[in-house]
């Protein structure tokens, strides 16, 4: 899958890309604003346009959009993430902040809007309800809270002509409108995406706060170039955590295709996912792992607590990469040793689980996992029993959940938190 990338994101670099090449193309809309920059990063093919040309050359009035549109989906680009510098019109929305737009208004005079010149083959009026692609908006504000970034979830962007910026007047204006932020490039940029059917999503860096605010001055050029060379690097890791996802989903799908569905097991109307054909394969054993490893690696963790009977996998292959031990949370009467029970509820009856007495000491930060969460009638069970041994549950992993039987939830009205790789619902084979 190729994704396309507009702005100054700082990933045009043959460091950073796998396979770099600059590529000059010309469509039918003339040439773009700069060569398509073609690589890869995290086995994801990515397209590159420098929207003010490689040396920022190109007025935002002159920017050719239709051809960087066209060119992006002529290379085959499923999604388009753009960048942009924005002044903010808000006072809670500060230099530095990100903000994941949702709403633009188009306040530009002398820019192409549209690829229908004609209506050669009927009408085309494009919706712009939504204008910006909730899928990468999602990834985007996951990327930003994921990396603790200062962001705002919502905003709607005006877009003026430009070169020059707002007067007072304007800029008064504009709040009033309910505008949030003030740029010069997301118009006609979205719409043409939006045309070209290219799901598509702006992350915006706020450089200043236009010129509506008394006590601040007024944007120039400096304020703005200064913020944005101080902030490059964060907006670079978002956009590489947004790449990112798409890449790990690609990887979980892989992994679901090697979960074996058994239907009627242990009972009729079960559908029981099996994972030994999962830990038979290397690659997918390596593959779940790293996941596991990579969401835990900062994480402090004095001990994994694994959950009868493929939760004790689980945490000995994660506990040698994560260097710490293992403990383990048994059904009753299989451990040796003086041990603490905790009863939970079954849809029929009761069922309990134990621990040794000894396996967790005060005050440790203990990982629990298990391989699937279901009702989360175990798990809640195996927390209680941690925290009356005095542990501190960092995370609850898993590597399935079964979205529609609310063990999540569950744990989450404990104030317990989860992390699952997969998710499977009732029906899916």
Request: proline share 4%; with cysteine; glycine share 6%.
């Amino acid at each position: 899958m190729k994704i396309g990338i507009i702005g100054g994101s700082g990933l045009e670099n043959s460091k950073i890309l796998e396979d770099f090449k600059a590529k000059e193309v010309e469509t039918p809309f003339g040439k773009p604003s700069s060569p398509l920059i073609t690589g890869r990063i995290e086995n994801m093919d990515l397209v590159i346009i420098s929207r003010h040309g490689i040396n920022h050359e190109i007025t935002p009035t002159e920017i050719n959009n239709r051809a960087n549109i066209f060119a992006l989906k002529a290379e085959g680009c499923k999604f388009i993430i753009a960048t942009t510098a924005v002044g903010s019109l808000r006072e809670e929305i500060k230099r530095g902040d990100f903000v994941i737009l949702d709403q633009f208004i188009d306040f530009t005079k002398q820019r192409k809007l549209t690829f229908f010149d004609k209506f050669e083959f009927g009408p085309i009026h494009t919706s712009m309800a939504n204008p910006f692609s909730e899928i990468l908006r999602k990834k985007l504000i996951e990327s930003c809270e994921k990396l603790k970034f200062p962001f705002h979830k919502k905003g709607t962007v005006i877009t003026i002509e430009g070169p020059r910026f707002s007067t007072k007047a304007e800029s008064n204006l504009f709040r009033q409108w309910g505008g949030h932020l003030v740029n010069m490039s997301t118009s006609p940029e979205a719409i043409l995406a939006n045309e070209a059917e290219i799901p598509y999503a702006t992350i915006a860096m706020v450089t200043d706060y236009d010129c509506w605010k008394e006590n601040e001055r007024p944007v120039t050029w400096d304020i703005i170039r200064k913020i944005m060379r101080d902030n490059t690097e964060n907006i670079k890791k978002v956009i590489l955590d947004t790449i990112n996802s798409f890449s790990r989903e690609q990887e979980i799908l892989k992994l679901k295709d090697k979960i074996r569905t058994i239907p009627d097991f242990p009972k009729k109307g079960v559908l029981f996912r099996d994972i030994t054909p999962l830990l038979q394969d290397k690659e997918s054993l390596r593959r779940f792992t790293e996941m596991f490893y990579e969401k835990y690696k900062e994480t402090k963790i004095d001990i994994i607590a694994g959950i009868e009977s493929r939760g004790f996998i689980l945490a000995g292959i994660l506990a040698e990469r994560l260097g710490t031990g293992v403990v383990l949370i048994r059904k009753p009467g299989k451990l040796p040793y003086e041990t603490i029970k905790q009863e939970y509820s079954l849809e029929y009856g009761k069922d309990m689980v134990e621990m040794h007495k000894d396996s967790v000491k005060l005050g440790q930060k203990v990982l629990l996992i298990d391989d699937l969460i279901a009702t989360g009638g175990t798990a809640l069970a195996s927390c209680n029993l941690i925290k009356k041994l005095g542990g501190q549950i960092v995370d609850c992993a898993f590597l399935i959940e079964l979205e529609e039987l609310g063990g999540v939830e569950k744990l989450k009205k404990e104030n317990y938190p989860s992390f699952t790789i997969m998710k499977f619902n009732e029906t899916e084979m």
